[in-house]
Protein backbone atom coordinates (compact mmCIF):
# COMPACT_ATOMS: atom_id res chain seq x y z
CA UNK A 1 0.00 0.00 0.00
CA UNK A 2 1.43 3.27 -1.00
CA UNK A 3 2.91 5.53 2.01
CA UNK A 4 1.45 8.83 1.13
CA UNK A 5 3.13 10.77 4.04
CA UNK A 6 6.63 9.14 5.51
CA UNK A 7 8.11 10.25 8.36
CA UNK A 8 11.92 9.20 8.39
CA UNK A 9 13.94 9.23 11.54
CA UNK A 10 12.74 12.70 13.11
CA UNK A 11 14.55 14.42 15.37
CA UNK A 12 13.75 17.89 16.85
CA UNK A 13 15.33 19.68 19.41
CA UNK A 14 14.07 23.10 21.29
CA UNK A 15 17.04 24.30 23.45
CA UNK A 16 18.60 21.25 24.39
CA UNK A 17 15.49 19.14 24.57
CA UNK A 18 14.73 16.25 22.90
CA UNK A 19 10.62 17.10 21.94
CA UNK A 20 11.02 14.32 18.93
CA UNK A 21 13.51 11.26 19.24
CA UNK A 22 14.13 9.29 16.22
CA UNK A 23 10.27 9.45 14.84
CA UNK A 24 9.30 7.72 11.89
CA UNK A 25 5.93 6.83 10.70
CA UNK A 26 4.34 5.74 7.65
CA UNK A 27 0.89 7.10 6.31
CA UNK A 28 -0.74 4.83 3.98
CA UNK A 29 -3.15 6.80 1.58
CA UNK A 30 -7.01 6.48 1.54
CA UNK A 31 -6.96 5.54 5.79
CA UNK A 32 -7.05 7.05 8.77
CA UNK A 33 -4.08 7.93 11.09
CA UNK A 34 -4.19 8.52 14.73
CA UNK A 35 -1.01 9.64 16.69
CA UNK A 36 -1.83 8.65 20.15
CA UNK A 37 -0.02 10.51 23.36
CA UNK A 38 -0.34 12.11 26.60
CA UNK A 39 -0.15 15.75 27.04
CA UNK A 40 3.69 17.30 25.66
CA UNK A 41 4.40 13.92 24.06
CA UNK A 42 4.81 15.39 20.54
CA UNK A 43 2.06 15.16 18.63
CA UNK A 44 1.47 18.56 17.30
CA UNK A 45 5.18 18.93 17.16
CA UNK A 46 4.88 16.07 14.14
CA UNK A 47 1.97 17.61 12.56
CA UNK A 48 3.90 20.89 12.70
CA UNK A 49 7.15 19.45 11.37
CA UNK A 50 5.22 17.61 8.48
CA UNK A 51 3.05 20.93 8.10
CA UNK A 52 6.74 23.14 7.80
CA UNK A 53 5.45 24.85 10.46
CA UNK A 54 8.32 24.15 12.33
CA UNK A 55 11.91 22.72 11.09
CA UNK A 56 13.25 19.24 12.34
CA UNK A 57 16.26 19.23 13.40
CA UNK A 58 17.53 15.95 11.94
CA UNK A 59 15.12 13.33 9.69
CA UNK A 60 13.16 13.35 6.25
CA UNK A 61 9.43 13.77 5.83
CA UNK A 62 8.12 12.72 2.06
CA UNK A 63 4.84 13.45 1.02
CA UNK A 64 3.81 11.23 -2.16
CA UNK A 65 7.20 9.97 -2.45
CA UNK A 66 9.15 13.38 -2.88
CA UNK A 67 11.02 14.85 -0.10
CA UNK A 68 9.23 17.56 2.08
CA UNK A 69 10.28 21.04 0.22
CA UNK A 70 8.86 23.98 2.02
CA UNK A 71 9.35 26.10 -1.18
CA UNK A 72 6.83 23.92 -3.12
CA UNK A 73 3.60 24.98 -3.51
CA UNK A 74 2.10 22.10 -5.35
CA UNK A 75 3.17 20.10 -2.05
CA UNK A 76 1.52 22.02 0.40
CA UNK A 77 -1.77 21.98 -1.87
CA UNK A 78 -1.99 18.69 -1.35
CA UNK A 79 -2.57 19.12 2.64
CA UNK A 80 -5.04 20.58 4.58
CA UNK A 81 -4.73 21.31 8.45
CA UNK A 82 -6.01 22.25 11.44
CA UNK A 83 -3.39 22.83 13.67
CA UNK A 84 -4.87 23.36 17.91
CA UNK A 85 -7.10 25.95 17.99
CA UNK A 86 -8.44 27.13 14.85
CA UNK A 87 -8.68 30.89 14.78
CA UNK A 88 -11.40 32.90 12.84
CA UNK A 89 -13.12 36.23 13.09
CA UNK A 90 -16.21 35.86 15.52
CA UNK A 91 -17.93 38.96 13.93
CA UNK A 92 -18.62 36.57 10.85
CA UNK A 93 -20.43 33.76 10.06
CA UNK A 94 -19.44 30.38 8.77
CA UNK A 95 -19.36 31.54 5.17
CA UNK A 96 -17.92 35.04 5.57
CA UNK A 97 -14.81 32.91 7.28
CA UNK A 98 -14.83 30.83 4.61
CA UNK A 99 -14.85 33.64 1.65
CA UNK A 100 -12.53 35.39 3.89
CA UNK A 101 -9.85 32.40 4.17
CA UNK A 102 -10.66 31.87 0.26
CA UNK A 103 -9.44 35.33 -0.53
CA UNK A 104 -6.77 34.76 1.23
CA UNK A 105 -5.99 31.25 -0.14
CA UNK A 106 -6.58 31.98 -3.55
CA UNK A 107 -9.37 29.54 -3.89
CA UNK A 108 -11.77 30.10 -6.37
CA UNK A 109 -13.28 27.20 -7.67
CA UNK A 110 -17.33 28.09 -7.34
CA UNK A 111 -19.08 26.16 -4.68
CA UNK A 112 -15.94 25.55 -2.89
CA UNK A 113 -17.11 26.84 0.26
CA UNK A 114 -20.59 25.53 -0.29
CA UNK A 115 -18.67 22.23 -1.09
CA UNK A 116 -16.95 22.55 2.58
CA UNK A 117 -19.30 23.48 4.61
CA UNK A 118 -22.10 20.60 3.07
CA UNK A 119 -18.87 17.98 4.04
CA UNK A 120 -19.15 18.78 7.78
CA UNK A 121 -23.13 20.28 8.17
CA UNK A 122 -22.83 23.02 8.75
CA UNK A 123 -25.29 25.24 7.24
CA UNK A 124 -24.06 27.76 4.83
CA UNK A 125 -26.92 30.21 4.65
CA UNK A 126 -26.93 30.84 8.79
CA UNK A 127 -26.77 34.14 9.80
CA UNK A 128 -24.95 33.25 12.77
CA UNK A 129 -21.57 34.55 14.12
CA UNK A 130 -18.62 32.78 15.21
CA UNK A 131 -18.29 33.95 18.74
CA UNK A 132 -21.98 32.26 18.78
CA UNK A 133 -20.96 28.48 17.74
CA UNK A 134 -20.42 25.80 19.90
CA UNK A 135 -17.31 24.18 20.48
CA UNK A 136 -18.41 21.45 18.17
CA UNK A 137 -19.19 23.70 15.25
CA UNK A 138 -15.86 25.68 15.76
CA UNK A 139 -14.53 22.35 15.07
CA UNK A 140 -16.59 21.66 12.15
CA UNK A 141 -15.95 25.13 10.50
CA UNK A 142 -11.90 24.48 11.51
CA UNK A 143 -12.03 20.90 9.47
CA UNK A 144 -14.48 23.33 6.33
CA UNK A 145 -11.44 25.68 6.11
CA UNK A 146 -8.94 22.88 5.94
CA UNK A 147 -11.02 21.13 3.27
CA UNK A 148 -11.21 24.47 0.85
CA UNK A 149 -8.87 23.69 -1.26
CA UNK A 150 -9.48 20.27 -1.49
CA UNK A 151 -6.79 18.53 -0.23
CA UNK A 152 -5.81 15.15 -0.38
CA UNK A 153 -4.43 14.23 2.94
CA UNK A 154 -5.94 16.70 6.26
CA UNK A 155 -4.02 17.04 9.03
CA UNK A 156 -5.96 17.58 12.26
CA UNK A 157 -4.63 18.08 15.45
CA UNK A 158 -7.39 16.97 18.21
CA UNK A 159 -10.53 17.54 16.02
CA UNK A 160 -12.42 16.09 18.84
CA UNK A 161 -10.74 18.67 21.83
CA UNK A 162 -13.66 19.71 24.37
CA UNK A 163 -16.60 18.34 22.70
CA UNK A 164 -18.82 16.72 24.26
CA UNK A 165 -19.76 12.70 23.42
CA UNK A 166 -22.58 13.62 21.06
CA UNK A 167 -19.91 16.24 19.46
CA UNK A 168 -17.34 13.44 19.33
CA UNK A 169 -19.63 10.80 17.35
CA UNK A 170 -20.75 13.93 15.07
CA UNK A 171 -17.02 14.89 13.98
CA UNK A 172 -16.03 10.90 13.86
CA UNK A 173 -18.51 10.36 11.30
CA UNK A 174 -17.72 12.91 9.25
CA UNK A 175 -14.25 12.16 9.25
CA UNK A 176 -15.20 8.77 8.46
CA UNK A 177 -17.30 9.70 5.83
CA UNK A 178 -14.19 11.89 4.22
CA UNK A 179 -12.22 8.88 4.29
CA UNK A 180 -14.47 6.31 3.11
CA UNK A 181 -16.78 8.33 0.50
CA UNK A 182 -14.07 11.40 -0.37
CA UNK A 183 -10.93 9.24 -0.46
CA UNK A 184 -9.32 11.59 2.07
CA UNK A 185 -6.08 10.43 4.33
CA UNK A 186 -6.82 11.83 7.09
CA UNK A 187 -3.75 12.21 10.29
CA UNK A 188 -5.33 12.72 13.46
CA UNK A 189 -3.95 13.37 16.93
CA UNK A 190 -5.56 12.40 20.27
CA UNK A 191 -4.77 11.51 23.91
CA UNK A 192 -8.08 9.93 24.15
CA UNK A 193 -7.30 6.39 23.45
CA UNK A 194 -10.88 5.10 23.34
CA UNK A 195 -11.62 7.37 20.81
CA UNK A 196 -9.19 7.22 18.39
CA UNK A 197 -10.04 2.97 18.49
CA UNK A 198 -13.13 4.33 16.99
CA UNK A 199 -12.03 6.19 14.16
CA UNK A 200 -8.14 5.20 13.33
CA UNK A 201 -7.22 2.42 10.50
CA UNK A 202 -3.37 2.80 11.89
CA UNK A 203 -2.07 4.55 14.70
CA UNK A 204 1.44 5.40 16.17
CA UNK A 205 1.76 5.07 20.06
CA UNK A 206 3.99 8.37 20.41
CA UNK A 207 5.42 8.55 24.46
CA UNK A 208 8.44 11.41 25.24
CA UNK A 209 9.11 12.29 22.01
CA UNK A 210 9.50 8.29 20.61
CA UNK A 211 7.17 5.86 18.65
CA UNK A 212 6.40 3.29 21.37
CA UNK A 213 4.71 0.99 18.44
CA UNK A 214 3.27 1.76 15.28
CA UNK A 215 0.37 -0.64 13.80
CA UNK A 216 -2.97 -1.21 12.08
CA UNK A 217 -5.45 -1.40 14.63
CA UNK A 218 -6.40 -4.69 13.19
CA UNK A 219 -3.13 -6.25 13.89
CA UNK A 220 -3.08 -4.08 17.37
CA UNK A 221 -6.81 -5.89 18.19
CA UNK A 222 -5.17 -9.04 17.49
CA UNK A 223 -2.37 -8.58 19.80
CA UNK A 224 -5.15 -6.99 22.59
CA UNK A 225 -5.15 -10.38 24.86
CA UNK A 226 -8.49 -12.15 26.13
CA UNK A 227 -8.93 -12.09 29.91
CA UNK A 228 -11.47 -13.05 32.53
CA UNK A 229 -12.02 -10.40 35.34
CA UNK A 230 -13.04 -12.78 38.93
CA UNK A 231 -14.50 -9.98 41.51
CA UNK A 232 -13.78 -12.07 44.73
CA UNK A 233 -13.88 -11.43 48.30
CA UNK A 234 -9.87 -11.65 48.96
CA UNK A 235 -7.60 -10.83 45.66
CA UNK A 236 -4.31 -11.65 47.83
CA UNK A 237 -5.76 -14.85 48.85
CA UNK A 238 -7.17 -15.55 45.12
CA UNK A 239 -3.73 -14.80 43.89
CA UNK A 240 -1.75 -17.20 45.96
CA UNK A 241 -4.14 -19.91 44.91
CA UNK A 242 -3.62 -19.33 40.98
CA UNK A 243 0.25 -19.50 42.23
CA UNK A 244 0.16 -23.03 43.89
CA UNK A 245 -2.20 -24.55 41.50
CA UNK A 246 -1.09 -22.97 37.89
CA UNK A 247 2.26 -22.95 36.13
CA UNK A 248 3.37 -19.33 36.14
CA UNK A 249 -0.06 -17.80 35.58
CA UNK A 250 -0.45 -14.45 34.24
CA UNK A 251 -2.62 -12.40 36.36
CA UNK A 252 -2.89 -8.35 37.26
CA UNK A 253 -4.81 -7.54 40.41
CA UNK A 254 -6.98 -4.54 39.49
CA UNK A 255 -8.02 -3.81 42.68
CA UNK A 256 -8.91 -5.03 46.44
CA UNK A 257 -11.84 -6.70 45.14
CA UNK A 258 -10.59 -7.50 41.27
CA UNK A 259 -8.29 -9.74 39.50
CA UNK A 260 -7.70 -10.25 35.82
CA UNK A 261 -6.57 -13.27 34.51
CA UNK A 262 -5.07 -13.72 31.06
CA UNK A 263 -5.13 -17.52 29.73
CA UNK A 264 -7.15 -19.58 31.37
CA UNK A 265 -10.21 -18.58 30.05
CA UNK A 266 -10.87 -22.18 29.05
CA UNK A 267 -10.11 -23.06 32.86
CA UNK A 268 -12.97 -20.68 34.78
CA UNK A 269 -15.01 -23.12 35.57
CA UNK A 270 -12.09 -24.74 37.70
CA UNK A 271 -10.81 -21.34 38.90
CA UNK A 272 -14.43 -20.66 40.63
CA UNK A 273 -14.22 -23.95 42.10
CA UNK A 274 -10.56 -23.55 43.56
CA UNK A 275 -11.68 -20.12 44.73
CA UNK A 276 -14.85 -21.59 46.31
CA UNK A 277 -13.60 -23.78 47.77
CA UNK A 278 -10.64 -22.36 49.78
CA UNK A 279 -13.22 -19.89 51.24
CA UNK A 280 -13.56 -16.88 48.84
CA UNK A 281 -16.51 -15.57 47.52
CA UNK A 282 -16.69 -14.94 44.19
CA UNK A 283 -19.05 -12.05 42.95
CA UNK A 284 -18.44 -11.95 39.27
CA UNK A 285 -16.82 -13.76 36.98
CA UNK A 286 -16.25 -11.50 32.93
CA UNK A 287 -14.28 -12.73 30.37
CA UNK A 288 -13.37 -9.84 28.09
CA UNK A 289 -10.80 -8.84 25.51
CA UNK A 290 -8.56 -6.03 26.40
CA UNK A 291 -9.14 -2.75 25.23
CA UNK A 292 -6.50 0.73 23.32
CA UNK A 293 -6.16 2.01 26.87
CA UNK A 294 -5.19 -1.74 28.62
CA UNK A 295 -2.77 -2.45 25.88
CA UNK A 296 -1.16 1.11 25.85
CA UNK A 297 -0.73 0.83 29.62
CA UNK A 298 1.42 -2.17 28.93
CA UNK A 299 3.46 -1.77 26.66
CA UNK A 300 4.20 1.81 28.38
CA UNK A 301 4.13 0.67 31.53
CA UNK A 302 1.30 1.96 33.30
CA UNK A 303 -0.42 4.89 34.14
CA UNK A 304 2.56 7.21 35.68
CA UNK A 305 5.83 5.71 33.46
N1 LIG B 1 8.28 26.15 20.70
C1 LIG B 1 8.66 25.32 21.66
N2 LIG B 1 9.73 25.62 22.46
C2 LIG B 1 10.14 24.78 23.42
N3 LIG B 1 9.57 23.60 23.68
C3 LIG B 1 8.52 23.23 22.93
C4 LIG B 1 8.02 24.06 21.89
N4 LIG B 1 6.96 23.43 21.32
C5 LIG B 1 6.80 22.27 21.98
N5 LIG B 1 7.73 22.13 22.94
C6 LIG B 1 7.89 21.00 23.86
O1 LIG B 1 7.95 19.80 23.09
C7 LIG B 1 7.20 18.75 23.72
C8 LIG B 1 6.17 18.23 22.77
O2 LIG B 1 5.16 19.21 22.61
P1 LIG B 1 3.89 19.00 21.68
O3 LIG B 1 3.13 20.26 21.68
O4 LIG B 1 4.33 18.45 20.37
O5 LIG B 1 3.13 17.84 22.47
P2 LIG B 1 1.65 17.28 22.23
O6 LIG B 1 1.77 15.78 22.21
O7 LIG B 1 1.02 17.93 21.08
O8 LIG B 1 0.93 17.69 23.59
P3 LIG B 1 -0.60 18.15 23.85
O9 LIG B 1 -1.39 16.87 23.98
O10 LIG B 1 -0.53 18.87 25.16
O11 LIG B 1 -1.06 19.00 22.73
C9 LIG B 1 6.63 19.34 25.01
O12 LIG B 1 7.48 18.99 26.07
C10 LIG B 1 6.66 20.84 24.76
O13 LIG B 1 6.83 21.55 25.96
MG1 LIG C 1 -0.66 19.09 20.89
Redesign the pocket.
Known amino acids: MENIIEVKRLQ ?1 E ?2 G ?1 L ?2 DDVSLRIKKGRIYG ?1 L ?12 SILGL ?1 FPSIGKIYIKGSPMNYKNKEQFSTIGSMI ?1 TPAFYSNLSARENLELFALIRGVTEKGAIEKALDLVGLESSSNKTFDSFSMGMKQRLGIANALLHEPEILIL ?2 PTNGLDPMGIVEIRSILINLCKEFNKTILI ?1 S ?1 ILSEVEKIADDIAF ?1 EK ?1 KVIEESSMENIRNKCEQYTSYVVSNVYDSARLLEENYDNPNYIVISNRKIRVFGLDDKTNEINRLLTNNGIDVFQINTQNESLEDYFKKITGGDDN
Request: charge should be positive.
Open positions: KYNFALLGRNGAGKTTIMKTEDESHIG
